[in-house]
């Protein structure tokens, strides 16, 4: 993931797949963690009732390399996909328009116009708002969480520390830090996600993944950097999908 590095060229990709007779596979983790998976089974069961607003936080750890960040990693690009995707296939619907600003933790960054700290406001067909932060750097793990709260009630996915001992004396109550990245954090999805590509391989199950979700995903990650630049509210456009029509309510 991204599968590349604009919604134009993921949609002509997986148009070429398909026209072949060959499963494109993108890999958005989320889909398959076991918690993840939980938050999105109770969100379409009904658990929370109707979805009304999310609140989700990416802190990578560790910092990438600053040679890294100034030759050009945009954070949107980079830090978003997982979780746009995550969330769109969660409430099942499709975001609609996207305000996006940055900051820079030091004065090279600054200058060269790079962002390693930044938030997405997300508006959805369906009247829900999604904020995503992301860092590039939290100093104390690998910090993912999500929630989403809904008119009947709200389902959280935390953190997952390290180890699980917690050490309690006269100074305080000791745990471990987080764990500590993403190989770490998401072993078990990875493993799962193996798992089901070897189904669409030997058994020819469909992929849980479609094209137009990755197309989607990229056009919100274009239109948070382009909000970025431009300061302002941009409004996103669903048009020539792959595999399946648009919901209805846009």
Known sequence: KPVDETAEKIHSLFAVARDSGIDLCCGFQRRFDASYVVGTNSVHRGNIGQPISANIFFADHPCPPKEFLLSGGNIFMDLSAHDVDYIMHT??????SVYATGTSSTDELAAAGVHDNATMVMKFSRGATVTLFMSRSATYGYDQRCEIFGDKGMISVGNEHAHSAIFS????????????????????????????????????QPWPVTGDDCVRVQKVADAARLSCELDQVVNICYEDEIDAPIPAEI
């Open 91 to 96: 409430l099942n619907d499709v975001v609609v």
């Open 169 to 204: 004396n006269g100074d305080g109550i000791h745990q471990s830090k987080l764990k500590h990245s993403f190989p770490q954090r998401f072993n078990q999805a990875f493993a799962s996600e193996l798992d089901a590509f070897a189904d669409t391989l030997l058994l020819h």
